[in-house]
């Protein structure tokens, strides 16, 4: 299959997260990976199946797993359009993975820094809220990646650089991880971090005025 960087004709039910910036920078990441028909792929937070549907292109048996059911849907539907072989799942990443382990483990999970300290239990809202540092889900991962990954498995994960480069290294070099940054962008401020702009400088986590935001992937390798 070749999509360039992303297919242009994805299905998206209404609420589920479309493809982005950071869609687009975890892909290429992706893509530097050495994917085949014996590499087995975990995509956390599937959305609409951008990556899962990258990956099974090249071959790699795909699960992608979302708590989110309009999302599954729409994973299976572009899955079927695509005719590529995905096994999608509903639920939480970690119950839905326990006991498998994974060659790549690819994720683009909220990480937008929210007032609320609950995450949202449903609605668009679910696709990027992630607590007041927003690190509820990234902390969550970091966590589970040793138990997830092959001997060799590598994890990449995108996230924005407001919710802490160096804590998320720190947090899987300390779980037995190397991780290190992959790659970066400058991507202009959207609507949802616009509309926090007061909260996010009272919190120390925007400079005032500031109008760019730094995207990573960190990629962490299991030994």
């Known amino acids: 299959m070749t999509w360039g960087v992303l297919p242009p004709d994805l299905i998206a039910l209404p609420g589920v997260y479309r493809p982005q910036a ?3 920078l975890l892909a290429g990441a992706l893509d530097r990976e050495a994917l085949g028909p014996r590499t087995d792929v975990l995509e956390i937070g599937t959305g ?5 549907l990258r990956a099974a292109g090249r071959g790699a048996r795909v699960t992608a797993v979302d708590v989110s059911w309009p999302a599954v849907i729409t994973t299976r539907l572009n899955a079927l359009r695509h ?3 995905v096994r999608v799942l509903h639920g939480d990443f970690a119950a839905r993975s326990a006991g498998r382990r994974y060659d790549v483990v690819v994720t683009n999970p909220p990480y937008v820094p929210a007032p609320g300290k609950r995450l949202p239990p449903g609605g668009p809202e679910r696709s990027w809220d992630a607590g007041p ?3 509820a889900v990234i902390d969550r991962i970091c966590a589970s990646a040793p138990a997830l990954l092959s001997p060799g498995g590598v994890l990449l994960m995108v996230h924005s650089a407001m919710c802490g480069t160096e804590t998320t290294a720190d947090r899987l070099t300390r ?4 991780a290190e940054v992959a790659t970066t962008a400058s991507v202009p401020w959207g609507p949802v971090l ?3 702009r007061d909260w996010l400088e009272r919190q120390g986590l925007a400079a005032e005025a500031e109008e760019w935001e ?3 992937v960190i990629r962490a390798q299991c030994p």
């Open 175 to 178: 779980a037995g991880l190397a």
């Open 133 to 135: 540092d927003g690190r």
């Open 22 to 24: 950071d869609t687009r």
């Open 83 to 85: 005719r590529l072989p």
């Open 214 to 216: 730094e995207l990573v």
């Open 48 to 52: 609409t199946g951008v990556l899962a």
């Open 194 to 196: 616009r509309s926090r």
